[in-house]
């Protein structure tokens, strides 16, 4: 059974660091893509940032491009997200999830298409 866990939310000021971690569970980790979502109420989905197999970036979002950097370390099936200078507009729920070989082509897009494990979610409060 797969299982994806987030974990490190929490509420920090603005301006603050924070760094988010997904362990995967029940599957080849190293086999798979891994990407960063979040929502906040009221809007739609978006992709924050996606990394391949080796680690290699494959998407980051505009918004926080140079303010949040996402790494895997597949010998302990984690992927991690560490966000810095968080801005207000940083709240939302953030969701990690994997993606399969077979997807690649959608998953390094990092829109949400071709990932199939997602996990429950962790939330991410940041204060003005």
């Known amino acids: 059974q797969v299982q994806v866990v987030e974990s490190g939310g929490g509420l920090v000021q603005a301006g603050g660091s924070l760094r988010l971690s997904c362990r995967a569970s029940?599957?080849?980790?190293?086999?798979?893509?891994m990407g960063w979502f979040r929502q906040a109420p009221g809007k739609e989905r978006e992709g924050v940032s996606c990394?391949?197999?080796?680690?290699?970036?494959?998407y980051a979002a505009d918004s926080v491009k140079g303010r949040f950097t996402i790494s895997r370390d597949n010998a302990k099936n984690t992927l991690y997200l560490q966000m810095n200078s968080l801005k207000p507009e940083d709240t939302a729920m953030y969701y990690c999830?994997?993606?399969?070989?077979?997807?690649?082509?959608?998953?390094?897009?990092?829109?949400?298409?071709?990932?199939?494990?997602w996990g429950q979610g962790t939330q991410l409060t940041v204060s003005s």
């Open positions: 990394v391949n197999w080796s680690g290699a970036i494959t």
């Open positions: 999830a994997a993606s399969p070989s077979s997807s690649s082509y959608y998953a390094a897009r990092c829109d949400g298409r071709g990932f199939s494990y």
């Open positions: 029940g599957l080849t980790f190293g086999y798979y893509y």
